[in-house]
């Protein structure tokens, strides 16, 4: 099965011949990847400018899609995120590569769990986090036909099967605490809860969070987050969608930590409890 | 609305700050702002602010060619006004981006210029500090971005100054520069519509407090 990278250079490619909208800008990271477009603008190792560049463009009405690993997308040029895309009101498609820890080995200056708690705390942003290439492109391909700012973070992590339909999709709908799995966590999340009495529901698209579908979905008091970037993310999403009812929140994700281990994603998803038995340990101890 | 001359500047000025006073000439950018819009921009070109403190020049000029309406200059910086101490372009049609954070404009309008649109850009010379400028201005130069031209308005505002000259820089990245005084139009409307190469284009327009 392709990588969910692999698979964004390919429709970013297709993209590139299509639409005359589109144009991509990247800073070093993925140019080896892409055939040479005259709308493919490499600026160097200069995050600054991608993002700056990119708001150029769009204010000449071009769709323009940036891509870099996620701290180079996110953290380093965040002003720049801020005032040329948010406060000028212009559109982008930011697509980072390595999530929270794929890049395990590289450590912490190529690790940005805090990344989507960065963006989130901006206006206007929608979020995707696909957990398999398939919704990647229906997500990636539905963004470039807007004008609207979109974050898509990829990950090489992956689930087993895509989950098809947008927004809250509930998967087992059981009488139990209720489980929202986002992204790629939910191959852990439904390994850790077969057996148990536990609803599961997967949402791929955190930002703007689904507070109707969640009350609509919610049966019991009990709701748990499994988030693959910053525990907590969406937590205060949960609590404002549920601010008039009597609930209970557990909020899984990547410990706030200055974490300094190298190794295999496996090992970090482990270690911040996100792996099957870590899950199902948390949610255990949770509801006793 | 009939659109106002250059005499008319210190009228408007005044509606924008209720100062009386009559020599305007400490706005470092008010000559190369009326140049630009009385002589050089088309109405498909592109100017970007960049340098957006201190932005009583630039509203005086938009009123002046029409641009926003004259009686909105007198809520300058009021809660409500569209007019703020840095200008917002949601807010304000006529201005084509919202600035105050330094940096910003020069990037933007290299993103701009690569469609082919003719794009001036007004940086400071205090703001060349921030290293965002440089990132556009090296890969402008490296790329051959003939469509953009920057203005630096060197009033000598920038505490460590830019030995060797500020043009010697934008040169070296494969700029066409040019210095000019900027008080004198013809001066700065030749340096902004002189162009010799394929290149994009500093015009450093000295400005002495």
């Known amino acids: ?288 | 609305m009939t659109p106002l001359g250059h005499g008319d500047l210190p009228e408007l000025l005044t509606l924008l700050t209720g100062d009386e006073k009559h020599d305007w000439s400490s706005l470092s950018t008010l000559d190369v702002l009326w140049v630009l819009y009385d002589r050089v921009l088309e109405p498909a070109d592109r100017f970007l602010l960049s340098k957006g403190h201190g932005p009583t020049a630039y509203y005086a000029v938009l009123a002046a060619k029409g641009l926003i309406p004259v009686e909105d200059l007198t809520g300058f910086g009021g809660f409500d006004s569209p007019l703020g101490h840095h200008p917002d372009r949601v807010l304000v049609p006529g201005v084509e981006i919202s600035s105050g954070s330094l940096g910003h404009g020069l990037p933007i309008a290299v993103g701009a210029a690569l469609t082919g649109r003719r794009v001036f850009c007004l940086v400071g010379d205090g703001e060349l500090d921030e290293g965002s400028n440089w990132e556009a201005v090296q890969w402008a130069g490296r790329i051959g971005l003939a469509a953009l031209t920057a203005i630096v308005v060197d009033n000598h505002s920038s505490t460590y100054h830019w030995p060797g000259g500020i043009e010697k820089r934008f040169e070296l990245e494969g700029w066409t520069s040019a210095h000019v005084d900027g008080r004198d139009h013809d001066a700065l409307e030749r340096a902004f519509t002189a162009r010799t190469a394929a290149a994009p284009h500093a015009v450093v327009a000295e400005v002495l407090r």
């Open chain 1, 1 to 288: 099965m392709t990588t969910m990278r692999e698979r964004f250079y390919r429709l970013a490619a297709d993209a590139l011949e299509d639409d005359p909208r589109v144009a991509m800008v990247f800073a070093e990271i993925g140019v080896a990847e892409m055939p040479r477009h005259p709308r493919l603008f490499n600026v160097g190792i200069r995050e600054q400018l991608m993002i700056g560049v990119a708001a150029g463009l769009a204010l000449e009405g071009m769709r323009p899609v940036v891509h870099s690993y996620t701290p180079f997308v996110v953290e380093r040029p965040y002003e720049q995120i801020k005032l040329d895309l948010g406060h000028q009101d212009l559109g982008a498609v930011l697509v980072s590569t390595g999530a929270s820890y794929d890049a395990s080995h590289s450590g912490r200056t190529h690790q940005a769990p805090e990344d989507v708690a960065a963006l989130a705390a901006l206006p206007g942003w929608t979020i995707h986090v696909p957990g398999h290439p398939d919704e990647l492109e229906r997500l990636f391909t539905r963004s470039l036909a807007g004008d609207d700012r979109v974050y898509i973070r990829m990950s090489q992590e992956t689930n087993g099967a895509p989950v098809h339909g947008d927004g809250l999709v509930v998967l087992r709908d059981r009488s139990g605490p209720f489980v929202l799995a986002v992204g790629p966590t939910l191959g852990a999340t439904l390994a850790a809860t077969d057996d148990l009495d536990v609803a599961v529901a997967y949402l791929a698209t955190p930002r703007p969070f689904p507070d109707a579908a969640l009350r609509e979905a919610l049966r019991g008091p009990d709701v748990v987050l499994v988030e693959p970037y910053l525990a907590g993310t969406s937590a205060g999403e949960v609590s404002r969608a549920l601010r008039d009812r009597p609930h209970r929140l557990l909020a899984l994700g990547v410990r706030n930590a200055e974490f300094r281990h190298y190794g295999t994603p496996a090992e970090h998803r482990r270690a911040h409890g996100l792996d099957a038995a870590g899950i199902r340990a948390s949610l255990l101890e949770f509801v006793s």
